[in-house]
């Protein structure tokens, strides 16, 4: 065991809970009483604070604004039936958030620091964590470089941080998805196996384009052929083929490796099915669903949980699923949903208690 961290707590003098109503809340835009704050400085962590959620003083000149290291995660938190509050696979979170940092030429963040503080954070917080169905309170760490100066190489300073958004669902309505052919998200020896901000910025442009011809999404594709099927959005993607559940490998390393992903993959096979990390391309589904065997096609994430696909598109073809008629990604759905609530047996030791 490694010392625990000196986190020092500052409170907030008066809670804005008493001026929010924790029910209907929208996605990712109200914040807790709290956040967690520290900063590198000569090779070390210092300054861990948790104190009342505040703006931050920044320099114009600051290293991330420019040349983008920034990394970050998304973990959810929830209250089971009792009243006791627990978070949903954060250490899987806490290791692909150093994978991330890594990638990005950013300090290692100490376990300690991530998950001590976290814990403690949600446990001042605990208040805030929503128990209306389909809400959670959504956990940020997030990294940044902090270097005050304008020059292209590894910051010497960066800061982490925690802040707490309670929140309802993220998007609910089947989504249709445009397969996208021209613009790519991920190469193999790029970052897209790192949750680093920067991945996001460059999809919204295709993202946009797809909204604009009615879609919610894209599908990504290889950068080569476009052909193989990358990650649905910012949703890792699955299709329930005969009785076999194919996702995309994590193999060329163009696939963020997600918790839920890997939360379904151990769920799906539990149901009986075969679950395959293979490359996959458009003509294999099309194949499949001319055959009759494509049944169903979801996203998964922490924001959305699963998120059903009802219509896929490529080129001129078109293929659409009876969502209301589906078998497995509601019941995979439900059955996350029941595990994280404290409503069926957490026999993997998902939940960590706060
Ligand atoms: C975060 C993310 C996911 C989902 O990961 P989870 O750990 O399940 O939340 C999938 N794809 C991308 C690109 C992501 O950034």
Same mark, same amino acid.
């Given at each position: 065991?490694?010392?625990?961290?000196?986190?020092?707590?500052?409170?907030?003098?008066?809670?804005?809970?008493?001026? @929010?109503?924790?029910?209907?809340?929208?996605?990712?835009? !109200?914040?807790?009483?709290?956040?967690?704050?520290?900063?590198?400085?000569?090779?070390?962590?210092?300054?861990?604070?948790?104190?009342?959620? *505040? =703006?931050?003083?920044?320099?114009?000149?600051?290293?991330?604004?420019?040349?983008?290291?920034?990394?970050?995660?998304?973990?959810?938190?929830?209250?089971?039936?009792?009243?006791?509050?627990?978070?949903?696979?954060? %250490?899987?979170?806490?290791?692909?958030?150093?994978?991330?940092?890594?990638?990005?030429?950013? =300090?290692?963040?100490?376990?300690?620091?991530?998950?001590?503080?976290?814990? *403690?954070?949600?446990?001042?917080?605990?208040?805030?964590?929503?128990?209306?169905?389909?809400?959670?309170?959504?956990?940020?760490? !997030?990294?940044?470089?902090?270097?005050?100066?304008?020059?292209?190489?590894?910051? &010497?300073? %960066?800061?982490?941080?925690?802040?707490?958004?309670?929140?309802?669902?993220?998007?609910?309505?089947?989504?249709?998805?445009?397969?996208? &052919?021209?613009?790519?998200?991920?190469?193999?020896?790029?970052?897209?196996?790192?949750?680093?901000?920067?991945?996001?910025?460059?999809?919204?442009?295709?993202?946009?384009?797809?909204?604009?011809?009615?879609?919610?999404?894209?599908?990504?594709?290889?950068?080569?052929?476009?052909?193989?099927?990358?990650?649905?959005?910012?949703?890792?993607?699955?299709?329930?083929?005969?009785?076999?559940?194919?996702?995309?490998?994590?193999? =060329?390393?163009?696939?963020?490796?997600?918790?839920?992903?890997?939360?379904?993959?151990?769920?799906?096979?539990?149901?009986?099915? $075969?679950?395959?990390?293979?490359?996959?391309?458009?003509?294999?589904?099309?194949?499949?669903?001319?055959?009759?065997?494509? %049944?169903?096609?979801?996203? $998964?994430?922490?924001?959305?949980?699963?998120?059903?696909?009802?219509? @896929?598109?490529?080129?001129?073809?078109?293929?659409?699923?009876?969502?209301?008629?589906?078998?497995?990604?509601?019941?995979?759905?439900?059955?996350?949903?029941?595990?994280?609530?404290?409503?069926?047996?957490?026999?993997?030791?998902?939940? *960590?208690?706060?």
């Amino acid at each position: 065991m490694v010392a625990a961290m000196d986190i020092s707590i500052r409170k907030a003098e008066r809670s804005k809970l008493q001026d @929010l109503n924790l029910e209907n809340l929208p996605f990712g835009k !109200f914040f807790s009483d709290h956040m967690l704050e520290a900063d590198y400085e000569n090779g070390e962590w210092k300054n861990i604070e948790i104190k009342p959620y *505040q =703006p931050l003083l920044l320099s114009p000149s600051l290293a991330a604004l420019h040349y983008g290291q920034a990394i970050f995660e998304g973990i959810k938190a929830y209250k089971d039936k009792n009243g006791e509050a627990f978070i949903f696979r954060p %250490y899987d979170n806490f290791k692909r958030f150093n994978i991330s940092a890594e990638r990005m030429a950013m =300090p290692a963040v100490p376990e300690e620091l991530f998950m001590d503080g976290m814990l *403690q954070l949600v446990g001042l917080d605990r208040n805030w964590i929503p128990t209306q169905q389909d809400h959670s309170m959504y956990i940020r760490p !997030f990294m940044f470089s902090s270097d005050e100066m304008i020059g292209v190489r590894p910051s &010497e300073n %960066y800061k982490f941080m925690i802040i707490l958004s309670p929140s309802g669902p993220y998007y609910s309505a089947p989504m249709r998805i445009y397969v996208e &052919e021209k613009y790519v998200r991920a190469v193999t020896g790029g970052v897209g196996y790192a949750k680093a901000a920067g991945n996001y910025g460059a999809a919204m442009y295709a993202t946009a384009e797809a909204k604009k011809k009615g879609y919610d999404q894209v599908l990504w594709t290889d950068p080569f052929e476009h052909k193989y099927v990358q990650e649905c959005g910012t949703m890792n993607v699955f299709f329930i083929i005969g009785n076999t559940a194919i996702t995309p490998s994590l193999e =060329p390393g163009t696939i963020l490796p997600g918790v839920t992903r890997l939360s379904a993959i151990t769920l799906l096979q539990e149901m009986g099915f $075969t679950v395959e990390e293979k490359n996959i391309s458009i003509d294999d589904l099309i194949d499949a669903y001319k055959a009759g065997i494509f %049944y169903e096609a979801f996203g $998964t994430g922490t924001a959305a949980t699963i998120s059903f696909i009802k219509e @896929l598109r490529y080129k001129d073809f078109v293929m659409q699923f009876d969502v209301d008629h589906w078998r497995t990604a509601p019941a995979l759905k439900q059955w996350l949903t029941d595990i994280r609530t404290g409503h069926k047996e957490d026999k993997y030791n998902w939940m *960590q208690k706060v």
